[in-house]
């Protein structure tokens, strides 16, 4: 199949969208058809991929203004005429390729790693269960690129966060209480919205993460019920 792919181009000297006609097998993925243009038509177009196999996170991209993994999507799943874009709400360094440095930064910040205790924990199914999927957050930053809380509040941690906070809190091999560290997180600014739920490729459900880390913030009286929205609207 022929497709007619435009490209954000962002560049010192050059913003705007460039666009190319190729033709790809019905296999193909978006990355596929990124390495193609590189190759064979644009060697100076920037991306970003390593696993190819949607384990890394880093190839995430916009695609006709919907967030995927550029290695784990087929390029018909979009028809033959494609806009790719960087993800939004991040900084971007060239071309697709975002800074993801200030993401790694706040998971330093806000210390998310374990403070294991001397013995060994014994850890349930059903514990192991629970936390399965804050666990298997890849760290793409696609959830973030479609909050409408992140963009107006700097209060709020934000889907990603969020998700990876979620295995402190209830794995029992963590021995440190990050409950009132969570406070800082602001869990209850989101408007569950889902935006973060839908897109994300690993289908983690963000969204019903924060859900019960503001229900455990209520559980434990660090918050009240009502201390919920809008109070992400900063003036
Ligand atoms: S559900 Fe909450 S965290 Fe997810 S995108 Fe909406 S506001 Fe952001
Ligand atoms: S929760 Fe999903 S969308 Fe968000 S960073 Fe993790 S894998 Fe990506
Ligand atoms: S290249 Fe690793 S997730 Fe796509």
């Keep these: 199949m022929w497709v007619k792919v435009k490209i954000k181009l962002n560049r010192e000297n050059f913003k705007d969208y460039a666009s190319y006609s190729l033709e790809l097998s019905r296999n193909s ?3 596929d058809m990124l390495v193609k243009i590189k190759e064979e038509l644009d060697q100076s177009l920037a991306f ?14 916009k695609v006709n203004g919907r967030p995927v993994l550029a290695c784990s999507t087929k390029v018909f799943v979009f028809g033959e005429e494609i806009t790719v874009e960087p993800i939004d709400n991040v900084s971007v360094i060239k071309d697709l390729v975002v800074d993801h440095e200030s993401l790694y930064n706040k998971l330093k910040l ?3 790693w374990y403070n294991a205790g001397e013995k060994n924990t014994k850890v349930s ?16 930053g ?27 809190l209830f794995d029992p091999r ?4 990050r409950a009132q560290s969570l406070k800082n997180l602001n ?16 289908k983690l459900m963000p969204e019903a993460l924060i859900k019960e880390e503001e229900k455990l913030l209520q559980e434990k009286g660090i918050i009240k019920k009502e201390e919920g929205n809008f109070g992400f609207l900063e003036f």
């Design 29 to 31: 993925t978006l990355l």
């Design 48 to 61: 970003r991929s390593m696993c190819r196999a949607g384990i890394c996170g880093t190839c995430a991209i």
């Design 110 to 112: 806000w210390k998310v």
């Design 125 to 140: 199914a059903s514990a192991l269960k629970r936390i399965e999927r804050s666990h298997e957050c890849i760290l793409c």
């Design 142 to 168: 696609i959830c973030d690129s479609v909050c409408p809380v992140l963009t107006t509040s700097s209060h709020f941690g934000g889907p990603t966060l969020l998700t990876r906070y979620y295995k402190l």
């Design 174 to 177: 963590n021995t440190q209480d």
């Design 187 to 202: 869990p209850q600014l989101c408007t569950h919205c889902m935006n973060c739920s839908f897109a994300c490729p690993k």
